[in-house]
Nanobody
């Protein structure tokens, strides 16, 4: 069965960096677009970044452009979100997402940006 396991969240000061990883299993990882979403308290889940199956094209929410980078390693079934210049408004639970027969989500990893 499909499994998405996120890691790498934590507490960081404004201006700092974090690197999130999502380890995928149970499907042909290299065939699918992968996405990162986030959900802040009291807000709807929003799309942060996406990457094509081959990694040759990426898209970002306007709020993270120039600060976040999504990448993937199809040999390791991993998608990564490098987050730099973090702001308090980046505080959220971050989720890895696969759209296949249905929407699949990981358990999420908490990112807190605070001094």
């Amino acid at each position: 069965q499909v499994q998405l396991v996120e890691s790498g969240g934590g507490l960081v000061q404004p201006g700092g960096s974090l690197r999130l990883s999502c380890l995928a299993s149970g499907f042909t990882f290299s065939s699918y677009v992968m996405r990162w979403y986030r959900q802040a308290p009291g807000k709807e889940r929003e799309l942060v970044a996406s990457i094509t199956s081959t990694g040759d094209s990426t898209n970002y929410a306007d709020s993270v452009k120039g600060r976040f980078t999504i990448s993937r390693d199809n040999a390791k079934n991993t998608v990564t979100l490098q987050m730099n210049s973090l702001k308090p408004e980046d505080t959220a639970v971050y989720y890895c997402n696969l759209v296949a027969a249905r929407n699949y989500w990981g358990q999420g990893t908490q990112v807190t940006v605070s001094s």
